[in-house]
């Protein structure tokens, strides 16, 4: 496994250099985006997972996530020393996989990233319907994109990783906790009721002809949600 560590404080940089190394992850280690930015150019096929520290001296690792999702499906997880709701959110938005807010225990990073790298391996050897259809809603597997009415509706990441997950439980009750469990497993403070409040909110604007009164995803009183009849 190769990992791509971006990190600008070279004595944090070294330490985790030789954690990963110590657990056989073969690392490519940049300290600024310029950098970064060649490695991805050059690299990006034989990268396996990002970690970007989010404030560097020339840029941030929000404009190397965005770089690394508009190309492939690569995980990154976000390393950082802000801790608030806006700058998690905005991490997720961008598509981030994990975000671990500094100081942290290394074993609490590698289980992350193993974690992380789980998921995707699980992903990458389903074999999922091609097409799912949803009302008017059609969903290409193949693709990872969303249409509503034949024109493609724009997804983050885990909005429409969200949406998948309704899609592949169609008339089943999904309750916070187990999309939660599905979307991030068991890591980071950011996950919590509230986050999933605002995805399942823009969801419905995307995708509802009435986001006000749902008919494709909705709510279920007291248990949680429910996409089909």
Known sequence: MKVLLVEDDKTIAMGLEYSLRQEDYETILCHNVESAKEVLMTQMDE???????LSLPDGSGYELCEMVKKRSDKPVIFLTAFDDEVNVVMGLDMGADDYITKPFRIRELLSRIKSVL??????QTQQPKTDIEIENIRINTLEGKVYKNGEEVSLTALEYRLFLIFANHIGQVLTRAQLLDRIWDV????????TLTVYIKRLREKLEDNPGQPTIIKTVRGMGYKVGN
């Open 47 to 53: 990268i396996d997972l990002c970690m970007f520290d």
């Open 118 to 123: 789980r998921r995707y391996n699980k992903q």
């Open 187 to 194: 890591a980071g403070d950011f996950v919590n009721d509230n």
